[in-house]
């Protein structure tokens, strides 16, 4: 199985500041054949259901604001808002969907305000 | 824009079935290019996936659950379904039904989910 870990469990971040999570797969996710990395970013507002935001570790999802950015290749991947808005107060998770006979994710971060 | 519903009783009582079922709507359960999953997320806590199906009737299960889980696809009623057997407290989730990217034939990460439901496991 791969593990997935994030860092930090929270953070708070200023209004119009950056916030970094960062997420870490036990076994790389890299396909070498297509080049491509099989993580996965999904956002979980208080109460309602997951939200896909990045996949192939760094393509952002059709609508998803261009202040969230993915990045990283093989184990070790980074969510960055590049200026937080009240409205992304939520739960970050990260997905590595390489092992579809184990798809996993991480514990998940926490963004609030500062 | 695809609708993923879940349904079924919101309490189960230890050592029974949990049985929910995910409509689709404003797309087609049948559709080359999708897997439709499961994923349970305990109160409070983080998510887990629990299973797919390909239209065809193909499974991927979760290796820790795969003993007690059966899901289930109706292709007529534009409807998928899980059950979950020998359910314990440790089953208490919100359950979302979700639509996942289909790549070499397996299933990959979940673009479109419900909304979910919590099923509570108690006597």
């Known amino acids: 199985d791969i593990v997935m870990t994030q860092s930090p469990d929270s953070l708070a971040v200023s209004l119009g500041e950056r916030a970094t999570i960062n997420c870490k797969s036990s076994l790389s996710v890299f396909h070498s054949p297509n080049s491509k990395n099989y993580l996965a970013w999904y956002q979980q507002k208080p109460g309602q259901a997951p939200k896909l935001l990045i996949y192939?570790?760094?393509t952002r999802e059709s609508g998803v604001p261009d202040r969230f950015s993915g990045s990283g290749s093989g184990t070790d991947f980074t969510l960055t808002i590049s200026s937080l808005q009240a409205e992304d107060v939520a739960v970050y998770y990260c997905q590595q969907y390489i092992d579809f006979h184990h798809i996993t994710f991480g514990p998940g971060t926490t963004v609030d305000i500062k | 824009q695809l609708q993923l519903q879940e349904s079924g009783p919101g309490l189960v009582k230890p050592s029974e079935t949990l049985s929910l079922t995910c409509s689709v709507s404003?797309?087609?359960?049948?559709?080359?290019?999708?897997?439709w999953g499961w994923i349970r997320q305990p109160p409070g806590k983080g998510l887990e996936w629990i299973g797919s199906?390909?239209?065809?009737?193909?499974?991927y299960y979760n290796p820790s659950l795969k003993s007690r889980v059966t899901i289930s696809v109706d292709t007529s009623k534009n409807q998928f379904s899980l059950k979950l057997t020998s359910v314990t407290a440790a089953d208490t989730a919100v359950y979302y039904c979700?639509?996942?990217?289909?790549?070499?034939?397996?299933?990959?990460?979940?673009?479109?989910w419900g909304q979910g439901t919590l099923v509570t496991v108690s006597s």
């Open positions: 192939w570790a760094s």
């Open positions: 404003s797309g087609s359960i049948s559709s080359d290019s999708y897997f």
């Open positions: 979700t639509r996942q990217w289909e790549q070499y034939q397996f299933p990959r990460l979940s673009d479109c």
């Open positions: 199906i390909y239209y065809s009737g193909t499974t």
